[in-house]
T-cell receptor, first 116, second 112 residues
Framework: EAQVTQNPRYLITVTGKKLTVTCSQNMNHEYMSWYRQDPGLGLRQIYYSMNVEVTDKGDVPEGYKVSRKEKRNFPLILESPSPNQTSLYFCASSFLGASKGTDTQYFGPGTRLTVL | KQEVTQIPAALSVPEGENLVLNCSFT??????LQWFRQDPGKGLTSLLL?????REQTSGRLNASLDKSSGRSTLYIAASQPGDSATYLCAVEYYGNNRLAFGKGNQVVVIP
């Protein structure tokens, strides 16, 4: 089954304790991306990757890191989480078209993160 | 700034009525536009994708149109059902941007 998986689905942590949220896709997509969703603010992109070892900042990259060492995986790293990073996080993936724009984006189920 | 707007934020319709959801965007240089559905606490499911060269896309009871010149897209859901209750999100990818700009969504309730 074609899918994007995220782990963990729920996480409660404390300020400053490093954490990683994993994302994996089995569709051989070149493009992967992380979003956060907050009430009243909607979905905002954090980072994206066009292919292995190619990453770039989205709209709200501060406080986050990513890496793309393999095509299927795109982990999101919070090295020193703060309460303002409490949010619902989504990973997404897509093929790239001839013009290097994305095609249909497939989203993971989400990770609900609470930072105390 | 490349903004995407969806109004109203919430609406209710009786079962069987046609649903019409609107999305407006500020820049006509779009690569594509997607409509998503999101159920409470769940991920997003892509419903329809319209490339910039297309005027509309259809899937079952769903039809989405795109008018770049006026900066608008409309999602039609025919003969709405209670199972259509969800939040519908419009997202635009602009040329050279490689990111989706999302509207804040239309929260729809279909009343049996």
């Amino acid at each position: 089954e074609a899918q994007v998986t995220q782990n963990p689905r729920y996480l409660i942590t404390v300020t400053g304790k490093k954490l990683t949220v994993t994302c994996s896709q089995n569709m051989n997509h070149e493009y992967m991306s992380w979003y956060r969703q907050d009430p009243g603010l909607g979905l905002r992109q954090i980072y994206y990757s066009m292919n292995v070892e190619v990453t770039d900042k989205g709209d709200v990259p501060e406080g986050y890191k990513v890496s793309r060492k393999e095509k299927r995986n795109f982990p999101l790293i919070l090295e020193s989480p703060s309460p303002n990073q409490t949010s619902l996080y989504f990973c997404a993936s897509s093929f790239l078209g001839a013009s290097k724009g994305t095609d249909t984006q497939y989203f993971g189920p989400g990770t609900r993160l609470t930072v105390l | 700034k490349q903004e995407v707007t969806q109004i109203p934020a919430a609406l209710s319709v009786p079962e069987g009525e046609n649903l019409v959801l609107n999305c407006s965007f500020t820049d006509s240089a779009i690569y594509n536009l997607q409509w998503f559905r999101q159920d409470p606490g769940k991920g997003l499911t892509s419903l329809l994708l319209i490339q910039s060269s297309q005027r509309e896309q259809t899937s079952g009871r769903l039809n989405a149109s795109l008018d770049k010149s006026s900066g608008r897209s409309t999602l039609y859901i025919a003969a709405s059902q209670p199972g259509d209750s969800a939040t519908y999100l419009c997202a635009v990818e602009y040329y050279g941007n490689n990111r989706l700009a999302f509207g804040k969504g239309n929260q729809v309730v279909v009343i049996p």
